[in-house]
């Protein structure tokens, strides 16, 4: 079955050509942060507009690559959620309305959910069951994943997710938007014992999570201090050394906890370098596993989309003809893949 992805919760329009025999065929990605840069931020409304231009080009390209035609896509699988709800409704329309004109199945997936199977686009994927610490713009989670649909949400941020936090702590610091690669990047100059931070809720039992008190005191810091770039490199590389240990901290607990081996981490904070390499020390200390998807498919991208899609196609999961989207929409809501009932047909 040849599934066609579409991703277009934020601001990133990513298409791609997943096959369920021969894996990923295709995938094309057109990022948004030009149109955004002078703004500071994402703004919702252009970032819709952006992806209804872009997405019959990227679409056409993602078949040429493929060396396929249109027609025959078996599939449509789209972002329905969590993300904006314009640019999720502008991947929906175009989805649902190219399967039907075609005359095959379109389902919608959750974001997160895709960003956590991200890893099985790779040679080597893990089996279930595995920990998942999911860390994107949205979200810091730790998951205990049994199966495609089986989440049991072991930790949560309290308040600002890891990459809201980067976002941020870099804007405050005049690095700019997109944050978080820009701080990793400010990181790599810095020295992260100038400014050492506390971990935040390590010293207590429990599994979640909270950025925002480090947030703040970074930009108190950078605030007191004589404000030059070798400042804010320091600044930067000490809130970066916070957050990757305090991440690594919690995965070795949920991995003792859960009692298992395999670890795997997803979403953009995922292509954080430092953060990988701490992540596979933690992994090795305890005779486990770190798998991680290639920094492409870490950051949104259309594979991902296409992979969650085609496995619950495959899994036998109806779909219908509405176009809905949700756009905040909890993980723990997600159930294993339902099946078809009565003769409803799958479009
Ligand atoms: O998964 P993603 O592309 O979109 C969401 O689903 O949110 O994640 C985007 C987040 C942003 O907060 C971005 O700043 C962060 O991932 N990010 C990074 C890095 N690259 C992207 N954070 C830290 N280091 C990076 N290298
Ligand atoms: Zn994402």
């Not at 021969?22 to 994402?42: F, I, M, P």
Request: proline letters at 5%; a negative charge.
């Amino acid at each position: 079955m040849k599934v066609l992805g579409i991703e277009t919760s934020c601001d990133e329009t990513g298409l791609a050509l997943y096959d369920t025999e021969q894996g990923l065929l295709a995938h094309v990605l057109h990022s948004q942060v030009a149109t955004h840069e002078s703004y500071g931020g994402v703004v919702p409304e252009i970032a819709s507009r952006d992806h209804i231009r872009k997405w019959v080009g990227l679409t056409r390209e993602c078949a040429a690559r493929a060396d396929m035609k249109i027609k025959h896509i078996d599939a449509v699988a789209y972002t329905a959620g969590p993300g904006l709800a314009g640019a999720l409704f502008s991947g929906a329309v175009a989805g649902r309305t190219l399967a039907w004109t075609l005359g095959i199945p379109a389902i919608g997936v959750h974001h997160m959910e895709a960003h956590l199977l991200a890893p099985m686009l790779e040679p080597e994927s893990p089996d279930f069951p595995f920990i998942c610490l999911l860390v994107s713009g949205g979200h810091t989670q730790l998951v205990r994943v049994d199966g495609l649909g089986q989440y049991l949400l072991l930790g949560d941020t309290l308040d600002d997710a890891a990459g809201e936090a980067f976002d941020k702590t870099a804007k405050m610091l005049g690095l700019g938007y997109p944050g978080g690669p820009r701080l990793a990047k400010a990181a790599e100059s810095g020295d992260a014992q100038k400014f050492v931070f506390a971990r935040p809720m390590t010293n207590r039992p429990g599994l979640d999570f909270s950025f925002s008190g480090l947030k703040t005191a970074a930009i108190t810091a950078f605030n007191s201090a004589h404000r030059d770039s070798a400042v804010i490199n320091d600044i930067a590389a000490g809130f970066q050394a916070s957050v990757v240990e305090t991440l690594c901290i919690k995965c070795r607990r949920a991995l003792q906890q859960e009692n298992l081996r395999n670890l795997v981490v997803a979403g953009g904070v995922a292509s954080n370098t430092r953060l990988r390499a701490a992540l596979q020390q933690t992994v090795d200390d305890v005779d486990g596993e770190l798998f991680c998807p290639r920094l492409e498919f870490c950051t949104d991208n259309g594979a991902m989309i296409a992979l969650a899609g085609a496995l619950r196609l495959q899994a036998g999961e109806s779909s219908n003809t509405e176009i809905v989207i949700r756009p905040r929409w909890p993980l723990s809501e997600m159930q294993p893949p339902q099946r078809a009932s009565g003769a409803s047909g799958m479009r």
